[in-house]
């Protein structure tokens, strides 16, 4: 898995790469509130451009990182989501909480 | 019915393992003309299986978790077994947002029973548990 972290216009922008399943799960987590804790963003943008596979495990850390901003009162939106991802997101439930958009920008300018 | 197919891994209760299976179970299924769909559904089903294994079966620590593929005319079946913790209460395991971590979803079976045509589980404390999926083929579609 690879991650990067950016900040644009105030937003925490996380781009991940790889399969989101319990191996990387602890390294995402860490790396996500690592820069949530040293940038202070209230609003985060996951682009899963890169992410080819996602189970429980991926969810459950995605599911832990909306708690957190959204009882500091942010948002969190994907982008870029892959159809096998997009998939398990619906079935899940995720999609009732978190927005999907096309791009980093399209998110952006949303929020 | 006669199996026409069969591969049976033992697998060490590792995180890094549970790709390694996902990726097999991907690759036994790819002798069937599924689609890329379906193929991703099995490798979701099958990740979640070994991955309770490793989390709850195990609880991280060490174990051998046993992995059978099977192919029949009709369908193809993966097997998980691990000899770890059990579950308790399988009918409460099996509802969506069960989990003993907050941070997890409770999902694993909520995907196993949605993406196989077929789930059974059973489990005994401290003795183990055993996930038995299957997904049904159209006939004549193995090459």
Do not use: W
């Not at chain 1, 950016?6 to 937003?11: D, Y």
């Not at chain 1, 390294?27 to 429980?56: H, M, P, T, W, Y």
């Not at chain 1, 995605?62 to 959204?70: A, D, E, N, P, V």
């Not at chain 2, 006669?2 to 299976?21: C, F, P, R, T, Y």
């Amino acid at each position: 898995m690879n991650i990067s972290t950016l900040l644009r216009q105030g937003v925490l922008i996380v781009r991940v790469e790889g399969e989101l399943d319990m191996h990387v799960a602890d390294e995402f987590r860490q790396r996500v509130d690592d820069a949530l804790d040293s940038c202070g963003a209230k609003n985060l943008i996951l682009n899963l451009e890169g992410v080819s596979f996602i189970d429980s495990s991926g969810l459950g850390v995605i599911l832990g990182r909306y708690k957190r901003i959204s009882n500091n009162g942010g948002k969190v939106s994907a982008t870029n989501v892959q159809s096998q991802v997009a998939k398990i997101f619906e079935l899940s439930g995720l999609f009732r909480i978190m927005k999907l958009y096309e791009s980093e920008n399209q998110a952006l300018e949303s929020l | 019915m006669a199996i026409k197919n069969h591969v049976k891994m033992s697998i060490q209760s590792l995180s890094e393992n549970v790709g390694i299976a996902r990726v097999t179970a991907a690759a036994f299924a790819a002798q069937l003309d599924l689609t890329l769909n379906e193929i991703e559904e099995i490798k979701v089903a099958v990740s979640e299986a070994i991955s309770n294994s490793v989390i709850h079966g195990y609880g991280n620590q060490d174990g051998v978790i046993e992995f059978i593929m099977n192919l029949y005319d009709d369908k193809i079946e993966y097997i998980i077994s691990d000899y770890g913790r059990g579950i308790d209460d399988i009918t409460l395991a099996r509802q969506p947002s069960y989990s003993s971590d907050p941070e997890r979803m409770g999902l694993g079976f909520v995907f196993m029973e949605s993406f196989m045509d077929e789930l059974d589980i059973r489990s005994e404390p401290n003795k183990g548990t055993t996930v038995k999926m299957a997904k049904k083929i159209q006939s004549n579609t193995a090459h």
